[in-house]
């Protein structure tokens, strides 16, 4: 079992500026990838971007390129998103989610960490 802890969400002015970190404990040597995920209020959980735990290649989705890095730290077994210059559309619940696998399902899922733009 991995487990997955979020932190470092808040209330952000458009234009500004959020990192947020995933602690991974556990079985952290089976993570073969951890993405970000995102979901907001009346809309569906979408996918914001992923990262290769052991070769540090990403995947950023359009709406965030540009603004939002992910990255990891593997000797710390933490995650990070980088997000700049927010939008009040980037308001949701964010959740980090980690997998044993470079494709499929996640398993391992955090407990989300609210992140929420104002004009």
């Known amino acids: 079992q991995v487990q997955l802890v979020e932190s470092g969400g808040g209330l952000v002015q458009a234009g500004g500026s959020l990192t947020l970190s995933c602690a991974a404990s556990?079985?952290?040597?089976?993570?073969?990838?951890m993405g970000w995920f995102r979901q907001a209020p009346g809309k569906e959980r979408e996918s914001v971007a992923r990262?290769?735990?052991?070769?540090?290649?990403?995947y950023t989705t359009d709406s965030v390129k540009g603004r939002f890095t992910i990255s990891r730290d593997n000797a710390k077994n933490t995650g990070y998103l980088q997000m700049h210059n927010v939008k009040p559309e980037d308001t949701a619940v964010y959740y980090c989610?980690?997998?044993?696998?470079?494709?499929?399902?996640?398993?391992?899922w955090g407990q989300g960490t609210q992140v929420t733009v104002s004009f």
């Open positions: 556990g079985r952290t040597f089976s993570i073969n990838t």
């Open positions: 990262i290769s735990w052991s070769t540090g290649n990403t």
């Open positions: 989610a980690a997998r044993p696998t470079t494709y499929g399902n996640y398993p391992y």
